[in-house]
């Protein structure tokens, strides 16, 4: 009996076995496994934006912008800068590039080459000529960049299929992400107040951006002038608007709302950087850019890598304090929240991949924290080098030893020292000596003989991620948290303390789940996740790790 009800079982679950091979055959038949990518990956880098701004303004933004994100995304939410100085140029090269600057050459928005003594501007290049306007702001190229990007190995993986395409206010900003053999870069020219690009891309404009161009979206913008978005009273994230530390657009008495933009614009055009329009107008030029190349609709996956550069600036008037960058913050939201709908329309929901993240943070204004008893104060930088100079001169009679500093390494003239028969290390030692008795510097270190210094390893990983020797002085200073070289009024950003440091990372679209995560990353790893997202190579300089809790597969 149990022979026979266990066979008559098995003789009704035989054709049943047999069908879902035979349908399941059939199916692979029909749709052979193809490789799956999104069909635009758009990469958002916010300026100046610390990880906390995501909260610190939460209850004031729409729901279709940064809590979008946020709730439809998968945020990392301890993803730090590993390098030093938290600069634009350098932050965006190694987002995009996975590596570090003493790899990928980037090592601050300016340096001195320590081998022919030139100081450069990271894109500069005198070999390309201005596209789209009589300027010198268009003389530029990834050169510099020592290192692939991400879109480079896009570009290389799909033969040269994908279009990529960088947007910015900021030259560095819209060359350094899309790499070496973009599509088009393109940014903004104060002197004819139009996107421009350089003869290292393109021979003229294309007639989609003219058109763009004509129509001067920018000044209609600043017609409307600045005010707060919503009444004064209700900025409680904020200093009272009329502080002494904050800056005035030039012609304006005080740093207060309602500022008057349009009066100002008439003989300064390049002040729309400094309002929330400049981000508006970049992602209109984005909308225009996906336009106008047809960007998501072609055979292999494009890449739209976008800058918003106003929060930068805004930062840098006004420090994080003050209802100006609380109100760029609720009007980018605003402004992402259209910008996402339009992708949606575009693209499709869930066909494209899309990341927001920072190149560096901000400091707190100086004033400011003093004003609320935070320790801090003005590292004199200028003096101290005028200082050591005098003390080296007297200790090995030679002068200006110290040749110039970055925000982090002093520049020695190596050959000066060699020349007078002067031992180098003995002058760094000196050297060394003198800075850590000035008030504000914590550290110092010479990074031809880190094994003689005590810093704690944090500190030190970022210092020899930073130290690349060709575009690097050998001596590094490390402040006291709350000191740096600032500004009396506005803010600053190059340091090593999480205010700098400390970036949003958030992922949406295609590939990516739900969700975040408190686990530690490094700023260097969004290239490889962005390759294993697309199943491509990671770039030749990239020393990060895949972020593997933010991807489906
Ligand atoms: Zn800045």
């Known amino acids: 009996m149990l022979r026979k009800s266990y066979l008559s079982k098995l003789m009704f679950l035989l054709p049943a076995l047999a069908g879902l091979y035979f349908q399941s055959n059939a199916q692979t038949a029909k749709t052979p496994a193809t490789l799956q990518r999104p069909k635009l990956v758009v990469g958002l880098v916010i300026d100046q934006m610390r990880w906390d ?77 201005t596209v ?35 947007v910015s206010l900021k030259d560095r900003a819209s ?46 913008m600043i017609s409307k002038g600045w005010n707060t978005l919503y009444p004064l009273n209700t900025y409680l994230q904020s200093s009272p608007d009329n502080v002494a530390w904050e800056e005035t657009f030039a012609g304006e008495s005080k740093p ?30 984005s909308k225009a850019a996906i336009e106008g190349y047809n960007l998501g609709a072609g055979a292999a996956t494009d890449f739209l890598a976008i800058n918003c550069a106003s ?22 939201d605003k402004d992402l929240a259209d910008f996402f709908t339009y992708l949606d329309k575009k693209i499709g929901r869930g066909n494209y991949s899309l990341f927001l993240t920072a190149d560096h943070g901000g400091a707190h204004n100086i004033s400011f924290l003093q004003s609320h008893h935070l320790a801090g ?24 030893m110290v040749t110039g500093s970055s925000s982090t390494f002093l520049s020695f003239n190596v050959a000066a020292i060699k020349k007078a028969g002067l031992n180098y290390n003995e002058v760094k030692e000196e050297a060394m000596d003198f800075l850590r008795k000035q008030p504000g510097i914590q550290f110092t270190a010479d990074m031809q003989n880190l094994h003689k210094t005590s810093i704690p390893k944090d500190i030190m990983e970022k210092l020899v991620n ?69 199943k491509i190579q990671v770039p030749n300089g990239s020393v990060g790790r895949v972020m593997e809790e933010v991807l489906v597969h």
Not at 133 to 160: K, W
Not at 257 to 284: M, V
Not at 380 to 399: G, Q, V, W
């Open 53 to 129: 701004y995501l909260y610190r303004y939460y209850d004031r933004y729409q729901s279709g912008g940064f809590k979008r994100l946020l709730n439809e995304g998968f945020s990392c939410n301890q993803v730090y800068i590993t390098h030093l100085p938290a600069e634009t140029a350098v932050g965006h090269s190694t987002l995009y590039t996975g590596s570090v600057p003493a790899i990928h050459g980037i090592t601050g928005n300016n340096w001195k080459d320590e081998v022919t003594g030139k100081n450069w501007y990271c894109t500069d290049d005198s070999l390309e000529q």
């Open 311 to 332: 929060t930068d600036y805004v930062g840098h008037m006004y420090g994080p304090n003050s209802v100006e960058v609380e109100d760029t913050y609720l009007r980018l």
């Open 175 to 220: 060359i350094l992400p899309a790499g070496h053999k973009p599509t088009a870069v393109f940014w903004l020219d104060n002197e004819s107040e139009n996107f421009i690009s350089s003869t290292y891309y393109m021979k003229a404009l294309p007639q989609w951006l003219q058109n763009f161009n004509r129509q001067q979206h920018g000044r209609k």
């Open 256 to 285: 207060t709302f309602p500022h008057d933009i349009n009066t100002y614009y008439q003989s300064n055009p390049d002040i729309i950087r400094k309002t929330p329009y400049g981000n508006t107008l970049t992602l209109e030029l």
């Open 377 to 400: 104060d003005f590292l004199k930088t200028k003096n101290i080098l005028t200082n050591l100079n005098a003390h080296l001169e007297r200790s090995f009679k030679l002068h200006t």
């Open 466 to 534: 930073a130290y690349n020797s060709k575009r690097c002085g050998d001596v590094a200073i490390v402040p006291e948290p709350g000191w740096f070289n600032g500004r009396e009024k506005g803010t600053g950003h190059s340091l090593w303390n999480p205010f700098d440091t400390h970036i949003p990372m958030v992922f949406m679209g295609w590939g990516i789940k739900k969700g975040h995560s408190e686990k530690a990353h490094s700023m260097n790893d969004l290239a490889p996740t962005l390759a294993a997202l697309l």
């Open 132 to 166: 789209g306007s009589n300027s010198r702001a268009g003389r530029m190229s990834p050169r510099n960049l020592l290192a692939s990007t991400i879109t480079d190995e896009l570009a290389l993986a799909t033969n040269f299929r994908s279009r990529i395409v960088g």
